[in-house]
């Protein structure tokens, strides 16, 4: 069985819940950079999944806090 990292990362989360996912957030922020490319594989799913709205926020969200 082949699995690359992005579908090893969205079995390691699935059918958590919202508490679990919150925690798994929260304890790769700021953490190790090996956990980086987990945050960017669960971004991606709610950068795919809001309206251009909620996109639109979420750049502006990230350009304020840039420095």
Do not use: Y
């Not at 069985?1 to 819940?17: G, P, Y």
């Not at 919150?22 to 950068?47: A, N, Q, T, Y």
Request: glycine share 6%; proline share 1%.
């Amino acid at each position: 069985m082949n699995i690359n990292l992005r579908q090893a990362i969205i079995q390691r989360v699935q059918n958590k819940s919202n508490e679990e996912l919150s925690d798994i957030i929260e304890d790769s922020i700021g953490g190790e950079e090996r956990v980086l490319p987990g945050l960017g594989v669960l971004f991606e799913i709610i950068w795919q999944h809001c309206d251009e709205q909620r996109q639109t926020e979420l750049v502006s969200t990230l350009k304020e806090h840039l420095h």
